[in-house]
């Protein structure tokens, strides 16, 4: 369980990955004892249907209901019950985003407690800078597309929502970036000329920072393996914890995270990698953008 203690021992667990470091464990528990899902629903007055939620970490957790479950799995030593049960506690505390609720789709707060506990994030964009490395002025105008009727305190809050995103980044090594963007996000104005130079000069002070690597694909290479569109693969330091891929829709999103879908993205983004100009290259990229 030394997974678990480290992320309630250092506070980078978002309740996300904590809700499913924890129903990962309960399963683990359950089918090593050979109990099925009713079984296991019945002892906590709920359906299988329940159970496998709860295993996914899609739902919040009740503490009695965990302590329901630990001992139907014969967990019986408080020094074992103990920090699954404060795992539970803290599972259910909301993220830092709760204030922004009313904002936020529910697919997208999954993105974002995912996101605040990953240790690498790989992603690929072919539209707009990713999220983590846009200045404000460049966000605003990202977030006006879709939100064009939004009033000047909603857009403000958006902003200060993924501006808050950001922090992470720059506070805690333990993060990595690595981001391939298209040519076209980079010649596509948002905002107007000043903007685009403000961004532009961030993702240059940006590729001087040890934990982002940031490359540029050129128009010159033609096609590429990510023919599909955008998509982010993040990696977590728990070895319980497997890779998810995020792709994220008008509407919606899809999070795959079986390890062969999973295995099929992280090959695209290798070639990506290896197609795209490199680091050093896409430094002298972005430095003739800016005009003299």
Do not use: C
Request: charged share 25%; net charge negative; hydrophobic share 40%.
């Amino acid at each position: 369980m030394s997974a678990q203690w480290n992320l309630l021992s250092d506070g980078q667990g978002s309740p996300t990955v904590l809700r499913i470091l924890l129903g990962t464990q309960l399963r683990n528990l359950r089918t090593a004892r050979g109990i099925s899902r009713e079984d296991a629903g019945y002892a906590i007055r709920a359906s299988h249907a329940k159970i496998s939620r709860l295993e996914l970490g899609q739902v919040s957790f009740k503490q009695r209901d965990v302590a329901d479950l630990l001992t139907l799995y014969g967990v019986s030593d408080e020094a074992e019950r103990a920090p699954l049960l404060e795992l539970a506690k803290q599972a259910n505390a909301p993220g830092w985003w709760h204030k922004y609720a009313d904002l936020l789709p529910a697919w997208f707060e999954v993105y974002i407690g995912l996101e605040g506990s990953a240790s690498l994030i790989r992603t690929y964009e072919n539209q707009f800078v990713p999220g983590l490395l846009q200045v404000p002025a460049y966000a605003r105008a990202v977030i006006r597309l879709a939100h064009d009727e939004a009033e000047t305190g909603e857009l403000d809050r958006r902003v200060a929502l993924r501006t808050t995103r950001q922090r992470r980044l720059s506070a805690d090594p333990r993060l990595t970036l690595w981001a391939v963007i298209d040519e076209a996000v980079l010649r596509r104005t948002l905002g107007g000329p000043d903007v685009m130079r403000e961004q532009v000069e961030h993702l240059l002070d940006t590729t001087a920072e040890p934990n982002v690597t940031l490359q540029v694909m050129p128009f010159d290479r033609g096609g590429h393996a990510a023919a599909g569109g955008p998509f982010s693969i993040l990696r977590f330091p728990e070895r319980e914890l497997p890779d998810v891929v995020y792709m994220e829709q008008l509407t919606s999103a899809l999070y795959l995270d079986k390890p062969a879908e999973a295995e099929h993205y992280v090959q695209v983004m290798d070639r990506l990698s290896v197609q795209a100009d490199s680091p050093a290259e896409t430094r002298r990229f972005l430095e003739r953008l800016l005009p003299v």
